[in-house]
């Protein structure tokens, strides 16, 4: 019960005005940012994380996490009236959240999404509460060589659970591991990758990166499709959310079976898209309406919100209890933290418990007010989705050139955000995956240098990596997921079945 | 891809195919891996007396990079079902250039104008070519964005951003 316990103490945090004040303001960009083509969770949040650094470290941590409910809410707005997910999470909330709506039940459709994401968010919360101490507490006792697992971990579950070619995971990863490496090297001091360069001295950061890959990349493949939006409108009124929420009480397994698959993928680094085409999937294999999935079924809007919503909280464990956060955008927030002299991992809730129950408690409310939020602001946001794209575009350009030149004073990166924004269309295009290059970056250091500390105890021996049955679990179970791709066809032929063709649809 | 001329008119839709553009970036990739292996034995990629060289880990994730690139390249040449898809329609490169190239003017003018005339510059630019839409729509757009970046870096927040000779004239 200690957990609980720390939580009101979190709540307590939260009694100061300013903090609810940010939490709203959070909510709120992050809805316009959800909707907002170009701007997701993790590039919102790298725009605006400059803008936070006069803050205390809970309130800006407050409202950054914020941004990032609002925008997990926001993408069903887009999905559901404009067939566009506006975040890749809620692609699977298209597939019957549009055809509710064109039948004129986008109301339906909308409290739908907005109450299976509180409901995933919730679940996944709980999740977190009781079990982050319990895990920080365990890795109090973690060294080198175990940490060095746990990213090992970490990065062979992108292959082992990617949707793309194991090949093309991995070298997206390699690439970010290598532009890890430019600049100084920590141990050594020497100079690595730099050509003689300054500008290179600093390295690549990964805010950059993030803002190029996801922004710029993502505006030009939205100018693929053209210029036009056509979009339903909709409205929703308290008779709606009533009727709504009287006929979801009958998909509770749904809900269950979303939020368990979120809150799994989420803290292995799957992340919330695969969640929620899992749960999609699984809905549509479980449900007695498994054949209507697709033609405007509630349970299909239902199954993938719940799943990327509790999905997109529990990427938010790893990172607080380990350092090791599950998906771009909790590495975002583990820049944060990095700035503002937090160092994130098992310590954190050990010397920063203010910090991390007031966080986990804005959660919980920070759900509550975000469904309070999107349910009564969604005609205000689909108006926005209706200013067209040739005025929206060269201000989220404008937005996007502002962020990555506040994160250093740099006016270099501005020029590198651009080239990252190239190879982000490109990689979108040939489904290279950006996850793993963006965490790759992230944690490459941090790998490296846990991985030189334990080959220093050892004396270079690599067995250190199976020395005691912690760290061999892990090291084992690191392996399976990096041969998963061979072992699941392995398996399939020994069962003389065609193979799995789950993942054509992204 | 940049051998396209952009916005040509003719009905051919095809630029290059999804193959040829998959040999392209894994060729990119398997570059890359050579010029950091390079580098990282130019540091020394080996075990020292006192541990693991600067260059050790580099060099393995770029041999992994290189490997797994390879397999794509490879794969890409000897596949029996060659993916001979169109990698972007002639009119959709049209599109995407027409912003790229535009920002890519918009990156080089921060650099002498400072990001606010840019801004300015950039979005009536934008609105006024691709939007088609009339001077007096165009001007306050143009004027108000950079106008509450101003108002919400340089006065709420104290962020600098890059200024140029019109700013100080200005005095900031």
Redesign the interface.
Known sequence: MDAFISLIDGFAVLSDPMNIVYMFVGIILGVLIGVLPGLGGANGVAILL??TF?MSPTSAIIMLSSIYWGALFGGAITSVLFNIPGEPWSVATTFDGHPMAQQGRAGEALTTAFTGSFIGAFVAVLVLTFLAPIIANFALRFGPAEFFAVYLLTFCSFVGMGRE????V??AM??G??LA?VGI?S??G????T?GSVELLRGFDFLIAVIGLFG?GE??LT??E??AFRGKSASINMKIVLETWKKLPKFWLTALRGSLVGCWLGITPGGATPASFMSYGLAKRFSRNGARFGKGEMEGVFAPETAAHAAGTSALLPMLTLGIPGSPTAAVLLGGLLIWGLQPGPLLFVEQKDFVWGLIASIYLGNVAGLIVVLTTVPLFAAILRI?F??I???I??IC??GA??VH?A?MD??VM?IF??LG???K??S?PLAPLVLALVLGDMA?SS??QA??SSQ?DLSIFWDNALVGTLVALSMIMLFWPLIALGLNAFRNRPPGRASETL | MTHVTPGSESGNEHTVSTRVMELVVSAGFIAVSILVMWDSRRIGASWASDGPEAGYFPFYIALIMFLSSAVTFVSNIVTRAPDRSNFVQRSQLALVLRVLIPTAVFVVLIGYLGIYLSSALFIAFFMWWLGKYPVYKVIPVAVAVPLITFMMFEIWFLVPLPKGPIEAALGY
């Open positions: 400059p803008l006069s070619s194991p090949f093309k991995l070298a390699m690439l591991f290598s490496a090297d141990v050594t020497q100079l690595r990758l050509f710029i505006i030009l100018m693929e053209g210029l067209p040739s005025i575009a060269p201000i350009i404008v050139a502002i030149y506040t004073n006016l501005i020029s651009l924004g190239v269309y490109v990689f295009k040939l290279y490296e991985f030189r080959m220093l270079g």
